[in-house]
């Protein structure tokens, strides 16, 4: 899998751009970190890399695999996003929010049940399968949102700030559980101001100048 961003600009309405003439390269299996102060339009190159927002000007191209032609079109189940809105099903199980990804995709309950438990514990959240998510932190749900990507077969993760609300033994987990994500075959992009995070990442685009 590969993702090719070609002379990408974005602007809000008729204001200036956030960005322009991006042109970069995403390979699977590696983890990218996508950097650079607040407003330089780092969660805005999620949403065009994940088809949520159209660019102004440019094109985001996808290489499913080698012998694949280029497309600007990719269909929805082959991303995943982890964000501080990710939603997840109220009323449902850590647990629960978590096989989802996998029954969705024909995978037998007892097997994504215990696919479930194994991504959970390895975002320090064994002991907490069964609580429902309206009784976890923040941080928590989040770390829900990651498990549940840890499952799901999509090929493509985007993660914005995926440790902004953890502390920093949660922190670590989290960014333990991306790069393993990417060691698996998948293409990991992050969107974060976390340094230990991105020193994980095997490479960096910056946005808007360093950090």
Known sequence: MQIRLI????????????????????????????????????????ELIGG?????????????????????RLNPRDISFINQTTPVMPGRTALQNVQVALVSHGVQHRAAERAAHDALAAVGLEGKWHREVSKLSGGEVQRVCVARSLVSPAPIVLADEPTAQLDQLSAKAVSESLTALSRAGKLVIISTHDLMLADACDSILTMGGAE
């Open 7 to 46: 002379d990408l600009t974005f602007s809000f309405g008729s204001g200036s751009p956030l960005f322009e003439n991006l042109t970069h390269n995403f390979h699977g299996s590696t983890t990218t970190g996508v950097v650079g102060p607040s407003g330089t339009g780092k969660t805005t190159l999620l």
């Open 52 to 72: 949520k927002r159209k660019p102004t000007r440019g094109q985001v191209m996808y290489v499913p695999d080698s012998v694949a032609p280029l497309t600007n």
